[in-house]
């Protein structure tokens, strides 16, 4: 089961590691108007993508290594294992991204916040307010410790999510003939 878990997740790591690496670095340096929406869509797209390896470890636990039954718990708690791994790969690779190559991201975020907020037609106020937000919540992104937090709770919730609906797809009490 544990060979099982490790490479799922290990390749479930990969796959949503190298697409989230590959579109913030192209958005980052783009000149111009960059389309964060968008990029969010591809980012939680490629989160589903990266964890549908959580449907193929949980039924390729149940089909090869336990005679064609698990239980939900079973189930659930081999999917969670696979995403914590996955996750995990992405936390660290969002940090060394982040930290080593892409310092200013927040910066550029919050100014295109802002932007966002002008175009908009928000008052005055309501720009003046969420500038502050932005200033008072910076400093905490120079944390590592807090930046994998928020990261963790960007990819943990969808990787929950896809672990429950496999789960209750996958879980088979008696063998089928």
Known sequence: MQKNIFIHGLIAGIVVSVLMLSSVNFLSHCEGNVDYNTSMIIGYASMLL???LVFVGIRNYRDKYNEGVISFGKA???GLMIVLIASTIYVVAW???F???IPDFMDKYSAH???ELKRSGASQLEI???TKEMA???PLFKNPFFMA???YLEILPVGIIVTLISSLILKRKTVKN
């Open 50 to 52: 990266a964890f549908s």
């Open 76 to 78: 659930v708690k081999t």
């Open 95 to 97: 940090l060394i991204d």
């Open 99 to 101: 930290y080593f190559f």
């Open 113 to 115: 916040m802002i932007d």
């Open 128 to 130: 003046d307010k969420q």
């Open 136 to 138: 008072d919540f910076a």
């Open 149 to 151: 937090m928020m990261t």
